[in-house]
């Protein structure tokens, strides 16, 4: 599921299954700069010079990447 929302977000907001737009192009570049700028809380900047791609972490301890026009990853 990390992975399957991770990649709407790479593809601007399309779901690559159906090619449906579930989330307006404008929103899933936000939640993309959101990512990169403090998804990663503390350690966000590190990550971003690190890793480079839109990342969130979560309590529970999953983390959600999106490479940008390729692919979601969900650890």
């Known amino acids: 599921d ?39 809380y503390n350690a966000s900047g590190e990550f971003a010079i690190n890793v480079g791609i839109p990342a969130k972490s979560g309590v529970a301890g999953g983390i959600m990447g999106s490479i940008p026009k390729k692919c979601g990853i969900g650890i």
């Not at 977000?9 to 192009?25: K, S, W, Y």
């Open 2 to 40: 990390l992975a399957r929302i991770g990649c709407v977000l790479a593809m601007d907001g399309r779901n690559p299954e159906t090619d449906e737009q579930i989330i307006p192009v404008d929103v899933a570049r936000i939640c993309k700069t959101f990512m990169v700028t403090c998804g990663m």
